[in-house]
C-alpha cells in the first residue's frame, strides 16, 4: 500500500515563530488531507489539498503532486497551535476509498 | 449541521466483555468510515460503508470485529470477547461521494475504549 512519511516526528516553536511541515507520499493521489489533532484527540480539517496552494489565516498548505509531497506553513504560531498535525492521502483503486495516515508531526508551542 | 457524533465518548470494559459504538455522520453524507488510532499512531483505516453496504474491510478488523449501517444512516461497531489489545481510540468520519466526485472526509470526537 501506498507509505506516508511526516517529518519532522517533534517540533518545539517559540511563540510567534514560523515552522513548515512536510509530508511525503510513495505513490500518485487522488486526494491529500491535513488535520490538527487536539489534546482531546478530535480530528480537525484543515485543508483538503490534492494539488496547489491554498490558505486559511496564519495556516497555509501546498501540495505538488507530481513530486508526491505537500508542505504545511504556521506563520506566527501562537500555543493554541499545538497539537499533532496529521497529513492523510487517499489513492483511488477500483472502489476502494481511504485515507491512509502518516505518523503525524508533535508540535509544542511555548509562550 | 452538528458534524459527526460518536457515542459514547469513553468506555471501560474487562477483558472478554462485549462492547457497542456509535456513530451518526453528517446528514446527506453517503460514506462513513470507521478507522482506530492507538497511542502515538495515526489512525488506521477499519472499514467503510456507501449507504448501507460495507464496501471494504482491513485486515485489521478480525472477526471479532462487526460493523453495520443498517439504514445507511448511523452505523454501529461491535467488538466482541474484547482483548487488551483492542485498546484505542475509534474514530467515525463521513464524506459525501457523487458520481465522479469524491470529497473530504470529516470525523467525529472519537471513542476512547480502555480494556482491563
Redo the contacts between chains.
Sequence with gaps: GIQVEQSPPDLILQEGANSTLRCNFSDSVNNLQWFHQNPWGQLINLFYIPSGTKQNGRLSATTVATERYSLLYISSSQTTDSGVYFCAVERYIAAGNKLTFGGGTRVLVKP | DTGVSQDPRHKITKRGQNVTFRCDPISEHN?L?W?R?TLG?????LT?FQNEAQ??K?RLLSDRFSAERPKGSFSTLEIQRTEQGDSA?Y?C?SSL?TSGS??????G??T?LTVL
Excluded at chain 2, 102 to 107: P, T
Design positions: 460514506r468510515y478507522y488510532q499512531q495515526g489512525p488506521e483505516f467503510y464496501l471494504e482491513s481510540m474514530l468520519a461521494t469524491r470529497y473530504e472526509q470529516f470525523f470526537p472519537g476512547r
